[in-house]
């Protein structure tokens, strides 16, 4: 019997320019490619993404305005990143991919499967935004004392807390408030989301596997049944004991991930 592909150590850069904008991607693994679009805060890194890289050529870009990649003030909104990442995906050539986003990301994700859902094999959303469910409405980050985000991002806070520096460390928190100064900036038209998302989610007729930490406060998971209802080709599968940052709280839902795709 052949033995199981081992996970990457690390991931590649590469760097792209895209329409005026410095784009930097980490890539890892050979075989069908999987995109990876991230949620506001990429402190945490994307480890858990590399088991993926054991199946799949594995590419995470980050958005303009976030992370490595560099500043562009005519991409603020989400449509903008969804043209954004039009574009990249052009200079990638890619076509019958597998897109997956997380939180912010997968709101873009969501909204570029609604596009251009011919370009897509399978779809990946783990608790998304981008969805007004005004029965299960979002927290309002912006104001949740900064002292209280750490149980906001995870069921057990003590997991968000250990990525985030033991001594004060200003190039740290200038990153993170460069990342949230884009998210304010995507949220700015409408902080619940889009209004006119939930309308349109009919075309996103790919097979879409939604993961959803069961304790999720940021994104509640009581958001979730309205995303299921409005996908035709829904599979919903709670992940326990996490909150929000579930990959990072429960790192083994990755493979619920890695199974889908290959289903």
């Excluded at 909204?111 to 011919?118: G, I």
């Excluded at 709280?249 to 890695?258: F, G, I, K, M, S």
Aim: a negative charge.
């Amino acid at each position: 019997m052949d033995n199981p592909k081992k996970a990457p150590v690390s991931f590649t850069k590469e760097v792209y320019e895209v329409n005026g904008t410095q784009v930097v991607a980490l890539t890892a693994g050979s075989g069908p490619t999987l995109v990876f679009l991230h949620g506001t805060g990429t402190f945490p890194g994307f480890d858990t993404a590399l088991e993926w890289a054991c199946t799949h050529r594995v590419i995470i870009p980050f958005h303009a305005n976030f992370g490595e990649s560099g500043d562009n003030e005519a991409i603020a909104t989400v449509e903008d990143h969804v043209l954004h990442y039009m574009d990249l995906f052009d200079l990638l050539d890619l076509d019958g991919f597998a897109l997956a986003g997380f939180s912010l990301g997968g709101w873009i994700a969501a909204e570029f499967a609604m596009r251009q859902p011919q370009r897509l094999s399978k779809l990946v959303l783990a608790a998304p935004a981008g969805l007004v469910v005004e029965q299960a409405p979002a927290p309002d980050l912006f104001a949740v004392a900064s002292q209280e985000v750490p149980a906001y991002l995870t069921h057990d806070p003590a997991v968000v807390l250990s990525y985030f520096p033991k001594q004060p460390d200003p190039g740290f928190e200038a990153r993170l408030n460069r990342e949230m100064r884009g998210l304010a900036r995507a949220l700015a038209p409408s902080p619940q989301g889009s209004p006119r998302l939930g309308q349109w989610m009919h075309r996103i007729g790919m097979p879409t596997l939604l993961l959803w930490g069961e304790h999720d406060r940021l994104m509640p998971v009581a958001q979730a049944p309205y995303w299921q209802g409005r996908l035709p080709n829904c599979r919903l599968e709670h992940v326990p004991g996490a909150g929000h940052l579930l990959f990072e709280e429960r790192p083994e839902c990755a493979r619920l991930v890695t199974e889908f795709l290959a289903s």
